[in-house]
């Protein structure tokens, strides 16, 4: 037999490459299943320099993990994509991925075409998306409704973090959310800052409406603490610049030296003087106002000392992000000169401090009215409670941006898997021929959710999980698990949500990729000559 593949390459043919494939959807489930849910385990990941990171977010498991195997690492790559999009939902879809392709084992080992399963799994998926869009719940002017906000930013970080944290974190998330939210502008979450110091406990982290920069003054005489300031943001080089043109100075005396000295020194110093004069005019006895520049390029030691000098808080090479976040917390605006600086360039704030910890200082902007950015400051003990705490943050963030945009709510508890499960049973009677078996799977398999939630709880899964679903028959109202119980509950009541654009992604995303991967009939890996022939 003439073969056209390196003789090197190995090569697995159909029903081989089949297993491997569920092998690999079902082994990255198995991983992932005990994280799912408020009841979720724990995993810890260690680095080769013995860095420890213990989570149960799905996202930093999967793109922090080793995956040597190509399918299970594609299924990885889709998941951290729906992350991505949506910052959520990647536990979920793994699962969801890894029980389409365990259900359809055992009718494929029956002689079942994969082509005709992947036509069901079509029509199930199009019809799930559809009872999707009226299973949702409207959540118009979203903003405004600062209790529903809330709820789903506690469910999302119920699944990351434990309730006692999580709760206080979900008004952290929202408070955050709703302070940056302009009228008719898209939202950037960018203008969030998440800011870590090595202090306290993490109960203590806190939202605070203006900026903390992570670095403080760079003069050992300036203020420490300013009430009532003035705020110039500017990106101004204030520092000596030798000239961009390769020139030579010849001198005859040290006079003309210092002269040549003085000179070179002068253009810097009339900047920091004009700056000076602007703070001596805006600042009077009588409005007993402060001032702070904020500068994005460098200040050099003299400007410094002559700032000092004059009672001014300087703070050099400012993040540019903190340039864009600053004038929308402060007020004013950002400037590119010191030529005719007016007052209205200037933001305003109640208190300016500054805090040092250990080696490091801080500096802290408070007071600003109608802040359209503020600072999530997490504090904690160690450094992976920290890393848990900014992963959560980042979630809940998401969870709530996701309701603002989308103005609709699912209800969450696995409430929309079982109801979706049920409304396919009936559409299976609907269709013709084997592809009615794909329709089947793709139903049982939406139950991965709830079962999973049940599990993790500690309960009969069997027998709950039947009570839950008949409960749904009955009443035709959204049903979801308690995972404290086990039994049937009203999610709606219970303030358990989940995003409309989580769930519509999971189900886009997950069942095309089981598709391709039960149609492979043939992987082959390259041989190490496979270029050289």
């Known amino acids: 037999m003439v073969t056209v593949v390196n003789s090197?390459?190995?090569?697995?043919?159909?029903?081989?490459?089949?297993?491997?494939?569920?092998?690999?959807?079902?082994?990255?489930?198995?991983?992932?299943?005990?994280?799912?849910?408020?009841?979720?385990?724990?995993?810890?990941?260690?680095?080769?320099?013995?860095?420890?990171?213990?989570?149960?977010?799905?996202?930093?498991?999967?793109?922090?993990?080793?995956?040597?195997?190509?399918?299970?690492s594609m299924i990885a790559r889709a998941?951290?994509?729906?992350?991505?999009?949506?910052?959520?939902?990647?536990?979920?879809?793994?699962?969801?991925?890894?029980?389409?392709?365990k259900l359809a084992e055992q009718c494929l080992a029956e002689g079942l075409h994969p082509r005709l399963i992947a036509e069901g799994f079509d029509l199930a998926r199009e019809d799930a998306i559809k009872f999707l869009d009226e299973f949702k719940v409207p959540v118009p002017n979203a903003l405004n409704d600062r209790e529903k906000l809330v709820c789903v930013a506690r469910t999302s970080l119920r699944t990351?973090?434990?309730?006692?944290?999580?709760?206080?974190?979900?008004?952290?998330?929202?408070?955050?959310?709703?302070?940056?939210?302009?009228?008719?502008?898209?939202?950037?979450?960018?203008?969030?800052?998440?800011?870590?110091?090595?202090?306290?406990l993490t109960t203590d982290t806190r939202l605070i409406k203006g900026l903390v920069l992570d670095h403080g003054a760079r003069h050992p005489d300036m203020p420490k603490r300013l009430e009532n300031c003035y705020i110039l943001t500017c990106n101004?080089?204030?520092?000596?610049?030798?000239?961009?043109?390769?020139?030579g100075f010849f001198y005859s005396s040290a006079e003309q030296r210092d002269r040549l000295a003085e000179s070179e020194r002068r253009f810097t110093d009339e900047k920091v003087k004009k700056i000076i004069e602007f703070k001596n005019k805006v600042c009077t006895?009588?409005?007993?106002?402060?001032?702070?520049?904020?500068?994005?390029?460098?200040?050099?030691?003299?400007?410094l000392e002559m700032?000092?000098?004059?009672?001014?808080?300087?703070?050099?090479?400012?993040?540019?992000?903190?340039?864009?976040?600053?004038?929308?917390?402060?007020?004013?605006?950002?400037?590119?000169?010191?030529?005719?600086?007016?007052?209205?360039?200037?933001?305003?704030?109640?208190?300016v401090y500054e805090q040092a910890l250990e080696d490091d200082k801080f500096t802290f902007i408070e007071g600003v009215k109608n802040p359209f950015s503020c600072t999530v400051m997490i504090q904690g003990s160690t450094e992976h409670s920290i890393a848990q705490m900014k992963d959560a943050i980042k979630d809940?963030?998401?969870?709530?941006?996701?309701?603002?945009?989308?103005?609709?709510?699912?209800?969450?508890?696995?409430?929309?898997?079982?109801?979706?499960?049920?409304?396919?049973?009936?559409?299976?009677?609907?269709v013709e021929g084997k592809a009615r078996l794909?329709?089947?799977?793709?139903?049982?398999?939406?139950?991965?959710?709830?079962?999973?939630?049940?599990?993790?709880?500690?309960?009969?899964?069997?027998?709950?999980?039947?009570?839950?679903?008949?409960?749904?028959?009955?009443?035709?109202?959204?049903?979801?698990?308690?995972?404290a119980t086990g039994d049937p509950i009203d999610p709606t009541i219970e303030g358990i949500w989940d995003n409309y654009i989580v769930k519509k992604q999971m189900l886009g995303l997950a069942p095309v990729l089981a598709q391709q991967l039960l149609l492979v009939d043939e992987v082959i890996r390259a041989g190490k000559s496979a270029q050289g022939g």
């Open 285 to 303: 006895e009588e409005n007993k106002k402060s001032f702070v520049l904020i500068n994005q390029k460098g200040i050099d030691p003299p400007s």
């Open 307 to 351: 700032l000092a000098r004059a009672g001014i808080i300087a703070l050099r090479r400012a993040k540019r992000r903190n340039m864009e976040r600053l004038p929308l917390a402060v007020g004013g605006s950002a400037v590119n000169s010191v030529e005719e600086l007016v007052e209205e360039d200037l933001g305003h704030a109640d208190l």
């Open 438 to 483: 794909g329709v089947e799977l793709f139903g049982k398999a939406l139950l991965t959710v709830p079962k999973t939630l049940l599990e993790n709880s500690g309960v009969d899964m069997q027998e709950k999980l039947i009570k839950v679903v008949a409960e749904h028959e009955s009443k035709g109202t959204p049903v979801g698990v308690s995972v």
């Open 8 to 72: 090197k390459a190995d090569v697995l043919k159909a029903s081989q490459a089949l297993a491997v494939n569920l092998n690999a959807a079902k082994g990255l489930q198995e991983v992932m299943r005990t994280n799912l849910g408020p009841r979720g385990t724990l995993k810890m990941l260690v680095g080769g320099a013995g860095q420890i990171k213990i989570t149960k977010d799905g996202v930093v498991l999967l793109s922090e993990m080793q995956i040597q195997h190509p399918t299970a």
């Open 160 to 200: 990351k973090i434990a309730p006692s944290l999580a709760d206080p974190m979900a008004e952290v998330a929202v408070d955050a959310v709703r302070c940056i939210k302009r009228v008719d502008q898209p939202l950037d979450l960018n203008m969030v800052e998440v800011l870590h110091m090595k202090n306290k």
């Open 236 to 247: 101004v080089s204030l520092e000596y610049e030798k000239s961009e043109v390769n020139a």
């Open 396 to 430: 809940g963030l998401r969870a709530v941006q996701n309701t603002i945009e989308d103005e609709a709510l699912v209800p969450g508890a696995g409430a929309f898997e079982v109801a979706a499960h049920v409304r396919l049973e009936e559409f299976k009677k609907t």
């Open 79 to 101: 998941a951290t994509a729906q992350d991505e999009m949506t910052g959520d939902g990647t536990t979920s879809s793994v699962m969801f991925i890894g029980e389409l392709m």
